[in-house]
């Protein structure tokens, strides 16, 4: 019985500061590694695959200054090039790294938290908030979106350290990695600057001075702090290509601003609880009624707490507040229109207001004093709210675990993969899309070809001969079938001939059902007694033009077959080929279009 008291006198004396950095580093090194076998139920989503094979083109400055749809991400880019240039298509790298990125965040957020409370359980229980917090979690998960969201939470992290630095006379150590850490964090994403909002909040709950005094000390460090930005928005200025945006109308506004508003208050609740469903994985809060309510209830109480025990932690709920209306008047101005309201609480917009959320609810809470005869009680009750909080984060991992782990992009590359290596370097393959639930529409090259050649599986692409292999949607390599929809009815015996650059145009009459505008593959038999390369342009009746991609390599001497595609959206009535070089001479056989499919 004595142990038991002397354990608790211990508690209640507070921690050894060694031991609270042991705790913080266990907590993150554990919730990592769970959070990175749970993302590794998982595979690739849409925009992963757009990114890799953006960054197997490798680290020129062009490269990494591509636009990102309407953002300019370099350290996405550059990112995406490491794994391309490592180990292409290798998930476990990408779950190794976000592993380290997460662990690194969370014990910057732990050491943070020491800094600011000194030796005291509460920088464990803020620890473990910030670790758990479902509202950070889907974007661990994506790897697409950890890319733009962990080092925005890692490098967010130094620019607080920096700043808690600065007013500890720390002045150079806060200048030395401060703005750099505030760049990187631009560079992998823009929105990430909202943490100067946090960093302004902190800076003026640690002032001591006077305000003019407290200006006179803080002028150098904004500063330094706004060069950063100055040159990523430079940047962005000569190298972005943002679209353009419209507002809602007044109601739907409000009403994506109420869904906004429910996001970080759910997540007071461990919520979102539940999730959208979709085809394909994706962070799109459902929390029902019940979630938001306790987590307004649980808000209510702490402002409460925050107003009548410490007003200078209502700075950092302004910052959380800074972060809520910024997010929600972007992403309804940037994506109204083309999602609607359900973008609002998709959780990629989301994932860095636990930083703020995580010091406002700590530094709230550790400003609670009980009356000595109300301790016990009170203890029992922040147990059980713990308790239940953590039950909610249960309740959120596992509905979007099973989400996750029906990702179908794993089982269709494993088959790719291996059916490609039994059948050999020399498979030749039609330029087949992925299925839509790995490469969505909005993809912006859906194809599997780029993906194959930015992980270095040999392969050949439409070459002449035989009709290529399909890959079908479960990843099987098999013969196929050309379904004919139209021909040019060619006469044999080079009745037509293509004599060098001059074109030619061949009617289509339509032999097969009527598909509309589609993506177009061709079959072309020739004859040729010198390589030739020929392009094919697809026109409709309104006389557009549509060229289909030119095959990679030139086309072989001999009577054989040479295949195009796929083309973009037309409904065709005639084609034109030309030669590439005024010296060919080529004999035109039949020119078929339709689709290939698996025989």
């Given at each position: 019985?004595?142990?038991?008291?002397?354990?608790?006198?211990?508690?209640?004396?507070?921690?050894?500061?060694?031991?609270?950095?042991?705790?913080?580093?266990?907590?993150?090194?554990?919730?990592?590694?769970?959070?990175?076998?749970?993302?590794?139920?998982?595979?690739?989503?849409?925009?992963?695959?757009?990114?890799?094979?953006?960054?197997?083109?490798?680290?020129?400055?062009?490269?990494?200054?591509?636009?990102?749809?309407?953002?300019?991400?370099?350290?996405?880019?550059?990112?995406?090039?490491?794994?391309?240039?490592?180990?292409?298509?290798?998930?476990?790298?990408?779950?190794?790294?976000?592993?380290?990125?997460?662990?690194?965040?969370?014990?910057?957020?732990?050491?943070?938290?020491?800094?600011?409370?000194?030796?005291?359980?509460?920088?464990?229980?803020?620890?473990?908030?910030?670790?758990?917090?479902?509202?950070?979690?889907?974007?661990?998960?994506?790897?697409?979106?950890?890319?733009?969201?962990?080092?925005?939470?890692?490098?967010?992290?130094?620019?607080?350290?920096?700043?808690?630095?600065?007013?500890?006379?720390?002045?150079?150590?806060?200048v030395?990695?401060?703005?750099?850490?505030?760049?990187?964090?631009?560079?992998?994403?823009?929105?990430?600057?909202?943490?100067?909002?946090?960093?302004?909040a902190?800076?003026?709950?640690l002032?001591?001075?006077?305000?003019?005094?407290?200006?006179r000390?803080?002028?150098?460090?904004?500063?330094?702090?706004?060069?950063?930005?100055?040159?990523?928005?430079?940047?962005?200025?000569?190298?972005?290509?943002?679209?353009?945006?419209?507002?809602?109308?007044?109601?739907?506004?409000?009403?994506?601003?109420?869904?906004?508003?429910?996001?970080?208050?759910?997540?007071?609740?461990?919520?979102?609880?539940?999730?959208?469903?979709?085809?394909?994985?994706?962070?799109?809060?459902?929390?029902?009624?019940?979630?938001?309510?306790?987590?307004?209830?649980v808000?209510?109480?702490?402002l409460?707490?925050?107003?009548?025990?410490?007003?200078?932690?209502?700075?950092?709920?302004?910052?959380?507040?800074?972060?809520v209306?910024?997010?929600?008047?972007?992403?309804?101005?940037?994506?109204?229109?083309?999602?609607?309201?359900?973008?609002?609480?998709?959780?990629?917009?989301?994932?860095?207001?636990?930083?703020?959320?995580?010091?406002?609810?700590?530094?709230?809470?550790?400003?609670?004093h009980?009356?000595?005869?109300?301790?016990?009680?009170?203890?029992?009750?922040?147990?059980?709210?713990?308790?239940?909080?953590?039950?909610?984060?249960?309740?959120?991992?596992?509905?979007?675990?099973?989400?996750?782990?029906?990702?179908?992009?794993?089982?269709?590359?494993?088959?790719?993969?291996?059916?490609?290596?039994?059948?050999?370097?020399?498979?030749?393959?039609?330029?087949?899309?992925?299925?839509?639930?790995?490469?969505?529409?909005?993809?912006?090259?859906?194809?599997?070809?780029?993906?194959?050649?930015?992980?270095?599986?040999?392969?050949?692409?439409?070459?002449?001969?035989?009709?290529?292999?399909?890959?079908?949607?479960?990843?099987?390599?098999?013969?196929?079938?050309f379904r004919?929809?139209?021909?040019?009815?060619?006469?044999?015996?080079?009745?037509?001939?293509?004599?060098?650059?001059?074109?030619?145009?061949?009617?289509?009459?339509?032999?097969?059902?009527?598909?509309?505008?589609?993506?177009?593959?061709?079959?072309?038999?020739?004859?040729?007694?010198?390589?030739?390369?020929?392009?094919?342009?697809?026109?409709?009746?309104?006389?557009?033009?549509?060229?289909?991609?030119?095959?990679?390599?030139?086309?072989?001497?001999?009577?054989?077959?040479?295949?195009?595609?796929?083309?973009?959206?037309?409904?065709?009535?005639?084609v034109?080929?030309?030669?590439?070089?005024p010296?060919?001479?080529?004999?035109?056989?039949?020119?078929?279009?339709?689709?290939?499919?698996?025989?």
């Amino acid at each position: 019985m004595s142990a038991i008291w002397g354990a608790a006198g211990r508690l209640r004396a507070g921690p050894d500061e060694a031991v609270l950095r042991v705790a913080v580093v266990a907590i993150a090194a554990v919730q990592a590694v769970v959070l990175g076998l749970l993302a590794r139920r998982g595979s690739w989503l849409s925009d992963d695959l757009d990114f890799m094979v953006q960054g197997g083109k490798g680290f020129a400055p062009d490269e990494l200054l591509t636009p990102v749809n309407d953002h300019i991400a370099p350290g996405l880019r550059f990112v995406y090039a490491v794994f391309a240039q490592l180990a292409p298509m290798n998930y476990d790298l990408t779950v190794a790294w976000r592993v380290l990125m997460q662990a690194l965040a969370i014990a910057f957020m732990g050491f943070l938290l020491l800094r600011l409370l000194g030796a005291s359980w509460w920088v464990v229980t803020g620890t473990a908030l910030y670790a758990l917090a479902p509202v950070s979690m889907p974007s661990f998960m994506s790897l697409s979106s950890a890319v733009n969201n962990l080092p925005a939470h890692v490098f967010g992290l130094l620019v607080l350290h920096a700043t808690v630095d600065w007013y500890s006379g720390r002045r150079r150590q806060a200048v030395a990695y401060g703005p750099l850490s505030l760049l990187i964090s631009l560079a992998c994403w823009e929105k990430s600057g909202l943490i100067m909002a946090t960093a302004l909040a902190l800076a003026l709950y640690l002032r001591k001075v006077p305000l003019r005094q407290w200006l006179r000390q803080s002028w150098l460090l904004g500063a330094v702090f706004a060069a950063p930005v100055v040159a990523f928005g430079i940047l962005y200025a000569t190298h972005g290509d943002p679209s353009s945006g419209s507002w809602p109308g007044l109601g739907k506004l409000l009403g994506q601003g109420a869904r906004a508003f429910a996001v970080p208050i759910g997540t007071l609740a461990g919520g979102p609880w539940h999730w959208a469903s979709f085809d394909t994985p994706f962070g799109i809060a459902d929390a029902p009624v019940a979630a938001v309510v306790l987590g307004g209830v649980v808000l209510i109480v702490l402002l409460a707490a925050a107003w009548r025990l410490d007003r200078r932690v209502l700075l950092l709920w302004g910052s959380l507040l800074a972060y809520v209306l910024t997010t929600w008047l972007l992403v309804s101005y940037g994506r109204s229109a083309l999602f609607g309201s359900v973008f609002t609480v998709h959780y990629h917009y989301w994932s860095d207001i636990s930083i703020p959320l995580t010091l406002a609810v700590v530094l709230t809470a550790r400003s609670i004093h009980p009356r000595v005869e109300w301790i016990r009680p009170a203890a029992a009750a922040t147990a059980c709210c713990l308790v239940a909080w953590t039950a909610g984060v249960v309740v959120s991992d596992a509905g979007f675990a099973k989400s996750w782990g029906k990702n179908p992009a794993r089982p269709y590359f494993d088959n790719v993969t291996t059916e490609l290596d039994q059948a050999g370097s020399s498979v030749n393959l039609w330029d087949v899309t992925m299925p839509s639930t790995i490469s969505g529409l909005l993809s912006s090259d859906n194809r599997l070809s780029p993906v194959l050649r930015t992980a270095g599986i040999p392969f050949r692409l439409q070459g002449p001969g035989p009709d290529p292999y399909f890959v079908t949607r479960s990843g099987e390599v098999r013969p196929s079938k050309f379904r004919v929809w139209a021909t040019s009815h060619t006469p044999g015996g080079c009745a037509k001939e293509l004599k060098g650059t001059t074109p030619v145009t061949l009617p289509l009459e339509k032999v097969g059902p009527d598909y509309g505008a589609v993506r177009w593959f061709a079959k072309f038999s020739y004859l040729a007694n010198q390589e030739v390369r020929v392009l094919a342009e697809l026109i409709d009746a309104d006389g557009k033009v549509v060229p289909m991609p030119l095959p990679d390599h030139a086309w072989p001497t001999g009577f054989t077959t040479m295949y195009f595609g796929p083309s973009e959206l037309i409904q065709a009535t005639a084609v034109r080929l030309r030669s590439v070089d005024p010296d060919d001479t080529v004999c035109l056989g039949e020119f078929e279009l339709g689709l290939p499919e698996a025989s």
